[in-house]
């Protein structure tokens, strides 16, 4: 049985391309008489609201849009997360990171020049020969610091790994050209790739729908997958929506989020047709 879902961040309010991605999901598991899960990524403090997640809901809802079983929030299973870090930090993957962004910004700028991974310029390694002892100090002392996954380490105990796009077929993980990824901040006890990856496969998620600007990071969810001994779902990453000047639609697009089209006096059916989805 075919089992997908959506996953939005509440930073803001749902827009016809968020809407979009969720009916994609929504439709392939209605059509297969699969299941299909709602789960709500509230992980950051700083940027994530309930009242925004409140209105997701809302205009789910409104568009037709159905869900099975309890709708999963993040932020009620900060626990589980840190017990997964634990977990890697048990296998000698983690580090502490004391970095500012100016000090990683500092650092390549000395170097001259800096490994370009697929999301900007690669983390330098600049905390990673800290002698076990220093980190013990700085971290009881109250510092600050991100914890960020030992790539090299990662990969080299993961062994090479696949993984399969409905569209493109089999695709080599290369999670290396990542760097060092954070997978904790100071401020947020997990991140995206460590929480997305746990909660598809405890919720049973065997087909992921999400947009091509999440492609890059099946890469490290598929080495995050191996590290956990976790199943492997199949991917369907969707085009992306842009306006007429080419740019994706985003939350900064308040004339095209589903609250301001209703408003506006549109029926669901109506924004359903705007996405290619009547």
């Known amino acids: 049985m075919i089992v997908t879902r959506f996953a939005p961040s509440p930073t803001g309010l749902l827009h016809l391309g968020s809407a979009y991605s969720a009916l994609v999901g929504w439709r392939r598991a209605r059509d297969a008489g699969g299941r299909f899960l709602l789960r709500i990524e509230d992980i950051d403090p700083t940027r994530c609201q309930p ?99 030992d790539m090299a380490q990662a990969v080299a105990l993961a062994g090479p790994l696949d ?40 919720q049973g998620v065997n087909l992921v729908t999400r947009g091509m600007d999440l492609f890059e990071a099946t890469h490290i969810h598929r080495l995050l997958q191996a590290l956990f001994d976790l199943p492997v779902p199949l991917y369907a990453h969707h085009r992306l929506l842009t306006g007429s000047d080419g740019r994706r639609y985003a939350k900064r697009d308040r004339s095209l989020t589903i609250a301001a089209l209703r408003e506006a006096g549109h029926s669901a059916a109506e924004v359903r047709a705007m996405v290619g989805m009547g």
Do not use: M, N
């Open 51 to 149: 009242e925004h997640a409140e209105a997701i809901l809302e205009d789910l809802a409104w568009l037709g849009i159905d869900w099975d079983g309890e709708v999963r929030r993040q932020s009620e299973y900060l626990g589980e997360y840190r017990a997964a870090l634990d977990r890697l930090a048990g296998k000698g993957l983690l580090y502490p990171c004391f970095c500012t962004r100016s000090d990683i910004e500092a650092e390549i700028a000395r170097s001259g020049h800096a490994p370009h991974g697929p999301e900007g310029p690669v983390y330098p390694g600049i905390c990673r020969a800290i002698p076990a002892s220093e980190r013990e100090a700085r971290i009881a002392a109250g510092e600050p610091h991100a914890l960020r996954l």
């Open 163 to 202: 993984w399969q796009d409905e569209e493109k077929g089999t695709i080599r993980a290369t999670p290396e050209a990542f760097g060092d990824v954070v997978l904790a901040r100071k401020e947020t006890p997990t991140s995206y790739h460590l929480s997305v990856t746990l909660d598809d496969a405890l």
